[in-house]
Every structure is written in C-alpha cells, then in structure tokens.
C-alpha cells in the first residue's frame, strides 16, 4: 500500500515537499517513481529512484527544481519541488513495482498510491 502526502496550495516560486510511505512490501527491494496527471491530460512520468538510489527526471523542465530521494530506514519516497510554477499543477502519485521496462509508462508500474493535490497559483 502507498499513501502519498504534503500536496496543497503553494505560490508560484515556491516550495514544496511530497512524501509517499509505502506499508506491506520489503521497501528496499522497490523501484519507486511519481507521476503527475493535469486536468485533460495523460498522467505524465516526472521521477524514478532505483531500489540503489539513483534518480531520472522527466521532461527537462524538471531537471534543477524537482529532486526524488528515498528513505528505506523509513520506508518513504520523497519528491522535494523547488521554483514551482502553475504548470506544475496536478494530481501527483507515487508508483511503485519490482522489476519492469519502459519506466516512463504508467501501465509499467504495478501499485500506485491514491495522488495527493497541488496547486501552484501566480
């Protein structure tokens, strides 16, 4: 089970920290990612940290603001979003699987979490 969290209202320029705690799995053993999904359009691939930490970015509009990092002490994903914009808005989740290809592809990934919120304003 994933439970993402730390979405909210947030001014353009701004930061903001989400979480996502995953509970029934050996945590250590998952390759975890987030995804957002804007209104209208396709959930769209924004950060996968390996099972050994090492990250890759979406779009490079991403690359420099957003920063995935993972604590298996802990059992928790993080995506740290700094410099936001209004195009940054959407429904973020977290994903999670074992093994896979073609990472950038939602139906790649077995388990997802219920998305958490954001909403940056101008």
């Known amino acids: 089970q994933l439970q993402a969290s730390g979405g909210g209202l947030v001014q353009a320029g701004g930061p903001l920290r989400l979480s996502c705690a995953a509970s029934?799995?050996?945590?250590?053993?998952?390759?975890m990612a987030w995804f957002r999904q804007a209104p209208g359009k396709e959930r769209e691939f924004v950060a996968y940290?390996?099972?050994?930490?090492?990250?890759?970015y979406g779009a490079d509009s991403l690359k420099g603001r957003f920063t995935v990092s993972r604590d298996n002490a802990k059992n928790t994903v993080h995506l740290q979003m700094n410099s936001l914009k209004p195009e940054d808005t959407a429904v973020y989740y977290c994903a999670a699987r074992m093994l896979g290809q073609d990472y950038r592809r939602p139906n790649a990934w077995n388990y997802w979490g219920q998305g958490t919120q954001v909403t940056v304003s101008s």
């Open positions: 029934g799995v050996t945590f250590s053993s998952y390759n």
């Open positions: 940290i390996r099972w050994s930490g090492a990250a890759t």
